[in-house]
């Protein structure tokens, strides 16, 4: 069993910065991807910015210089900095994980999901 937990969420003003954190934790597993997608009322899932585990990182173009994904020295957690937060910028924010799972002569990759926290920007 693996379990995402995400904090960091809250109510900013526009302007404002957040960060947040997902630490994924369980039975054994070395990390292949993590990130966060987010989602708005009325709008599709969409991702937002997201780190292998080589370091290389994707990210929407909608926060592209203005957020900053990055992993922990302990390489299950994850960071999202946000900073110049827009109102648009609203919305539940997810962590993500892609972990792959070795025990004998099995090996597989399982994709995993936090219960998300809001975000919230006010103008």
């Known amino acids: 069993q693996v379990q995402l937990v995400e904090s960091g969420g809250g109510l900013v003003q526009a302007g404002g910065s957040l960060r947040l954190s997902c630490t994924a934790s369980?039975?054994?597993?070395?990390?292949?991807?993590m990130g966060w997608y987010r989602q708005a009322p009325g709008k599709q899932r969409e991702l937002v910015a997201s780190?292998?585990?080589?370091?290389?990182?994707t990210y929407s173009e909608s926060v592209k210089g203005r957020f900053t994904i990055s992993r922990g020295n302990a390489k299950n957690t994850v960071y999202l900095q946000m900073n110049s937060l827009k109102p648009e910028d609203t919305a539940v924010y997810c962590c993500?994980?892609?972990?792959?799972?070795?025990?004998?002569?099995?090996?597989?990759?399982?994709?995993?999901w936090g219960q998300g926290t809001q975000v919230t920007v006010s103008s």
């Open positions: 780190i292998t585990s080589g370091g290389e990182t």
């Open positions: 993500n994980a892609d972990l792959a799972h070795v025990g004998g002569a099995v090996y597989y990759t399982q994709n995993y």
């Open positions: 369980g039975s054994a597993f070395s990390v292949n991807v």
